[in-house]
């Protein structure tokens, strides 16, 4: 008999490799290299004779398309950020780190698709069913109809949800809990999680429910272990915030059904989460206008403008290497503006520390902030409060000139609805509104920028000589 050769597969990123070794070539992790079984234990191993192709029928690109059979969870966050729905007979990945609200907000989900009359079964791995319970209690979701089970083993959850009428949705919380039979490998790794969604994803297309599938996020933010289950799903989302803040942001990374760069707003309270469907009045809700180095980027999420405040505080070092500590942005990109501030607008920042902050813990992913970082660092360095009803947006070459960002429109009418009468925007916006109410500054380049503000330094000094 011929032994089937053992694998050994990095549990951080599912590289493989023929030998053990401490550091996984792959992505660097150190001790996360466990020996496996190459197949997973499904229909491997000697005596098996591979079963004779079937020709399948090919057919052409155009035809009939069918709309992708939705149930409305009526949560509209919740169906913003999936597109509309849950689809029938589609797999969805939520991830998130442990205890932002995960099984939170799919008791919520659950409740609200059981009282519409859907039939729901929830599958916890994690807690038992009196911690379910209680819970679904404080959501108020215990008088729905939702139906529970506390199960881990692949088999016994594909029996359980295969019996009696068909559920329209099923959630499995969590992913890193499922363990089969089948595969050969300890409860957790690759090959068990793998194995695991893999069964659950073929259950949703053979019968048409809608699958949510929980999994957890390590501190690298990758779904833990499994990054190979992301592409094995329709759609991957996120839920993300921050502990020390309220509000959760469910943002999608893929989906097969809909759009990828939405957003859905929540906000966690004692009786579970709520939806924010002015996401822009929750983040500009602390602002203290009159500091220097707070300017207001008009971002947009999807197709959803959101107003948020970006923070920076530059002040002189002493230590040899300054410090740029960020958080809700991008570092590499801080760099960049730092540089281009000092090439061409001869802003010197190496002898100062640099802080930024995205208010309110929110994550801002957009090129188009550029503007609004670069004014809050002149504000901060030139000690001067910029105006309090501007917003800023466009992107920043590393020439410094400002390039125009898409939407413009939008971003504009989002501003004027909360009562911001400014706007400092690239020159050359493809979209901007004609005689519209507000006062916009279209600027060409970054020194553009910094004379701008430099020169109401100026004025504010004339001022106070003339007093
Ligand atoms: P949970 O949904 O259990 O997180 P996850 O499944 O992502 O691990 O949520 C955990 C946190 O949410 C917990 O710290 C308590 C808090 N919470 C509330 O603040 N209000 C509520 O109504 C509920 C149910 C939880
Ligand atoms: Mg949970």
């Given at each position: 008999m011929v032994k089937a050769r053992t694998q050994f597969v990095c549990q951080n990123c599912g590289t493989a490799h023929s030998r053990w070794v401490g550091k996984c070539e792959g992505c660097g992790e150190w001790n996360t290299v466990v020996e496996e079984d190459p197949m997973g234990g499904i229909g491997s191993g000697p005596g098996k004779v591979p079963k004779k192709g079937r020709p399948v029928a090919l057919t052409a690109l155009s035809g009939e398309i069918e709309e992708a059979p939705r149930i409305h969870t009526r949560i509209s966050e919740l169906d913003r950020a999936t597109g509309g729905g849950f689809v029938r007979g589609s797999a969805v990945l939520i991830g998130g780190d442990p205890g932002i609200g995960k099984s939170t907000l799919l008791m919520q989900a659950a409740a609200a698709l059981s009282r519409g009359g859907h039939r729901v079964i929830y599958v916890s791995g994690e807690e038992a069913v009196a911690q379910v319970r209680l819970r679904a209690q404080r959501l108020q979701a215990a008088e729905t109809d939702v139906l529970l089970a506390a199960e881990t083993n692949v088999e016994d959850i594909l029996a359980t949800i295969g019996e009696g009428k068909r559920p329209d949705l099923v959630i499995i919380d969590s992913i890193q809990t499922l363990w089969s039979d089948t595969a050969d490998a300890a409860p957790g790794t690759v090959t068990q999680?793998?194995?695991g969604v893999q069964a659950m994803i073929r259950f949703a297309k053979q019968t048409g429910a809608a699958m949510v599938l929980v999994g957890h996020v390590t501190k690298d933010g990758?779904?833990?272990?499994?990054?190979?289950?992301?592409?094995?799903?329709?759609?991957?989302?996120?839920?993300?915030?921050?502990?020390?803040?309220?509000?959760?942001?469910?943002?999608?990374?893929?989906?097969?059904?809909?759009?990828?760069?939405?957003?859905?707003?929540?906000?966690?309270?004692?009786?579970?989460?709520?939806?924010?469907?002015?996401?822009?009045?929750?983040?500009?809700?602390?602002?203290?206008?009159?500091?220097?180095?707070?300017?207001?980027?008009?971002?947009?999420?999807?197709?959803?403008p959101v107003l948020v405040e970006v923070q920076a505080l530059v002040a002189p070092t002493s230590l040899g290497t300054p410090r740029r500590a960020i958080v809700g942005w991008d570092s590499a990109r801080l760099s960049m503006i730092l540089a281009v501030l000092e090439a061409h607008c001869g802003v010197r920042l190496g002898q100062h520390d640099v802080y930024l902050n995205v208010a309110g813990g929110y994550r801002i992913s957009e090129p188009a902030a550029d503007l609004a970082v670069a004014s809050a660092l002149v504000s901060s360095l030139a000690g001067l409060a910029l105006p309090a009803?501007?917003?800023?947006?466009?992107?920043?070459?590393?020439?410094?000139?400002?390039?125009?960002?898409?939407?413009?429109?939008?971003?504009?009418?989002?501003?004027?609805?909360?009562?911001?009468?400014?706007?400092?925007?690239?020159?050359?916006?493809?979209?901007?509104?004609?005689?519209?109410?507000?006062?916009?500054?279209?600027?060409?380049?970054?020194?553009?920028?910094?004379?701008?503000?430099?020169?109401?330094?100026?004025?504010?000094?004339?001022?106070?000589?003339?007093?």
């Open positions: 999680v793998r194995t990758q779904i833990a272990g499994p990054r190979v289950v992301e592409h094995m799903v329709d759609a991957v989302l996120y839920f993300e915030g921050d502990r020390g803040h309220h509000y959760r942001i469910l943002r999608t990374v893929k989906n097969r059904f809909g759009p990828t760069d939405e957003i859905g707003v929540f906000e966690m309270s004692d009786k579970g989460l709520r939806e924010v469907s002015n996401p822009s009045e929750l983040f500009l809700g602390e602002r203290n206008a009159k500091s220097p180095g707070a300017a207001v980027f008009a971002g947009m999420e999807g197709t959803r009803d501007c917003v800023y947006f466009g992107e920043v070459s590393l020439s410094g000139a400002i390039r125009p960002v898409a939407h413009t429109a939008q971003r504009l009418k989002e501003a004027e609805k909360l009562g911001f009468s400014q706007a400092v925007l690239p020159a050359g916006s493809a979209d901007l509104p004609k005689g519209a109410g507000g006062q916009w500054t279209e600027i060409e380049s970054l020194p553009d920028l910094v004379a701008r503000i430099a020169g109401s330094k100026r004025a504010l000094q004339r001022e106070d000589e003339d007093v």
